[in-house]
């Protein structure tokens, strides 16, 4: 993308300035350190949650196959900003290229909004086998499985094609700086040489809808979930769904609570100090904190981890296959 639309202004336009974090030089030593810690951590531990779903027969079901294909996604989603990071913390220039920028900008909310709908199917395959347990086997196949998967990529990568391109068009002036570590839509449009209100609340509004619809999606089937489960007689299997439900909870809790007040409505992506901490605590942190939040909680995620280390002494006994957490409970009439 050498050019943005037909505008002489836009034409003159290089590329950008990514301000980053700004510190004297002798704290970028400190933050390369600390985020280069943090993407590894998040490649190990995210790969090893993919390399033990892969491996073991045992989790080979719809929950740990989903669970598979999402700590994969997470690895994608960090990978799309925490490299050009590291590099601009190291850089003096500091500059990406329009093609560059404009990449970063159409990958990373691609993979967030395929994030929203994996965690909407994940929800509602737990709804499936908690509310459903005598037709989840035959409604959840293998094949529907991998046909929500994949749709959940694809559509992701669909719904951000028109606000990139309208971003692209827009005559930007100089100077080219944007205060963040990320090219996101609103510093993008605070450079623009013309107001684009149209384009702001396209970018916004699409943000919104699919922020919200898919939040309502996953509380809404929780709320069923919640109902079936205080139905349940067995106190073992309450406390078996709450811890599986729980984690899931717990990760759209931590991503949702964080870009919510930044995307859901018109301005709400301004630059600003402010906005880099929260987009720095989903986009880095969470996917982090995700493989403890799923493995910390869940047996037989611990026992395939620990078996893949090769503590085959820690793994379940042999014989035993994995079963999903909620098969002990009672059919609901």
């Not at 409604?139 to 028109?162: A, D, K, S, Y």
């Not at 930044?262 to 630059?271: E, H, W």
């Not at 909680?297 to 793994?315: D, F, P, S, T, V």
Request: charged letters at 15%.
């Amino acid at each position: 993308m050498e050019t943005l639309g037909k505008n002489n202004d836009s034409e003159s336009v290089s590329g950008f300035v990514l301000l980053g974090f700004p510190c004297r030089r002798e704290i970028r030593p400190l933050l390369f350190s600390f985020f280069s810690a943090s993407y590894a951590l998040t490649l190990l531990g995210n790969g090893a949650i993919v390399c033990a779903v892969r491996r073991d027969r045992r989790l080979h079901t719809p929950m740990y196959l989903l669970l598979g294909s999402f700590s994969f996604l997470e690895i994608c989603y960090v990978t799309s900003t925490v490299p050009n990071m590291l590099a601009n913390i190291l850089s003096e220039t500091k500059a990406i290229s329009l093609a560059g920028c404009f990449l970063q900008f159409y990958c990373f909310f691609s993979l967030g909004t395929t994030e929203t709908f994996h965690l909407s199917v994940m929800a509602f395959d737990r709804f499936l086998a908690i509310c459903r347990p005598l037709r989840y086997p035959s409604i959840m196949t293998p094949q529907l499985c991998t046909l929500l998967v994949v749709t959940c990529w694809v559509g992701g990568f669909l719904c951000f094609v028109l606000p990139v391109y309208l971003v692209a068009r827009l005559p930007f002036c100089s100077p080219r700086v944007i205060d963040h570590f990320l090219c996101d839509p609103g510093p993008l449009l605070a450079l623009s040489c013309t107001p684009a209100p149209g384009v702001e609340l396209t970018c916004a509004g699409l943000s919104s809808l699919l922020l919200l619809s898919t939040l309502v999606f996953i509380l809404g089937s929780y709320a069923l979930v919640l109902r079936a489960v205080l139905r349940v007689p067995s106190a073992a299997g309450r406390r078996k769904a709450f811890s599986t439900c729980g984690s899931h909870l717990a990760v759209v809790a931590l991503f949702y609570g964080s870009v919510m007040g930044t995307y859901v409505s018109p301005g709400a992506g301004s630059p600003g100090g402010g906005q880099k901490v929260v987009t720095l605590f989903y986009s880095v942190l969470t996917p982090l904190c995700n493989p403890l939040i799923y493995s910390l909680r869940n047996q037989e995620m611990k026992a395939a981890l620990w078996k893949g280390l090769g503590a085959r002494g820690a793994g379940p006994r042999r014989g035993r296959g994995c079963r999903d957490p909620t098969s002990s409970w009672e059919p609901q009439k």
